[in-house]
């Protein structure tokens, strides 16, 4: 294995870093409940990955088991439990807990507790799951054949 091809040129670097403060407003839902915050957006990182944090409240829920065909995505559990699905079995993953999924690899998440959780969402590549998150709400009142359209464009496949 390899570095990867080479994006910079230059001889000196760039001041281009992006900063965001522990105290940002979520980008969507209320902080404290159920919100995400976008640390890196597929634009913000050249479309190298994408990671939010994600604020579940308690007994929130969370998408039923699906897949991806073009990104992976990652969980890091930072405060509370969520229920991961690992495409076998429901895990009760706690602070410090991880999970990688690769394209193609079925998986869930899910926040059964009585307390509220967070966790880190890495997917790669970047893509733009911002209008994902940003639409779901949009489709409690859309049509079969519309919401099918949304999870397609979203590269979200549903297996129950």
């Given at each position: 294995?390899?570095?990867?091809?080479?994006?910079?040129?230059?001889?000196?670097?760039?001041?281009?870093?992006?900063?965001?403060?522990?105290?940002t407003?979520?980008?969507?839902?209320?902080?404290?409940?159920?919100a995400?915050?976008?640390?890196?957006t597929?634009?913000?990182?050249?479309?190298?990955?994408?990671?939010?944090?994600?604020e579940?409240?308690?007994?929130?829920?969370?998408?039923?088991?699906?897949?991806?065909?073009?990104?992976?995505?990652?969980?890091?559990?930072?405060?509370?439990?969520?229920?991961l699905?690992?495409?076998?079995?429901?895990?009760?993953?706690?602070?410090?807990?991880?999970?990688?999924?690769?394209q193609?690899?079925?998986?869930?998440?899910?926040?059964d507790?009585?307390?509220?959780?967070?966790?880190?969402?890495?997917?790669?590549?970047?893509?733009?799951?911002?209008?994902?998150?940003?639409?779901?709400?949009?489709?409690?009142g859309?049509?079969?054949?519309?919401?099918?359209?949304?999870?397609d464009?979203?590269d979200?496949?549903?297996?129950?």
């Amino acid at each position: 294995m390899s570095y990867p091809k080479q994006v910079y040129s230059g001889e000196n670097g760039q001041a281009d870093a992006h900063f965001r403060p522990v105290d940002t407003a979520p980008d969507i839902g209320e902080r404290g409940k159920d919100a995400i915050h976008y640390l890196a957006t597929t634009t913000t990182t050249r479309g190298e990955y994408g990671l939010y944090r994600v604020e579940m409240s308690a007994r929130s829920g969370g998408p039923r088991t699906h897949f991806h065909r073009t990104i992976s995505e990652s969980f890091f559990i930072l405060e509370g439990t969520v229920r991961l699905f690992d495409g076998e079995r429901w895990i009760d993953a706690r602070k410090g807990d991880f999970l990688h999924v690769p394209q193609g690899g079925l998986h869930a998440f899910r926040n059964d507790s009585d307390a509220q959780a967070e966790m880190l969402l890495l997917f790669t590549p970047g893509a733009p799951r911002e209008g994902y998150f940003e639409g779901l709400p949009g489709l409690a009142g859309a049509t079969d054949e519309e919401r099918s359209r949304f999870f397609d464009e979203h590269d979200s496949y549903f297996v129950d």
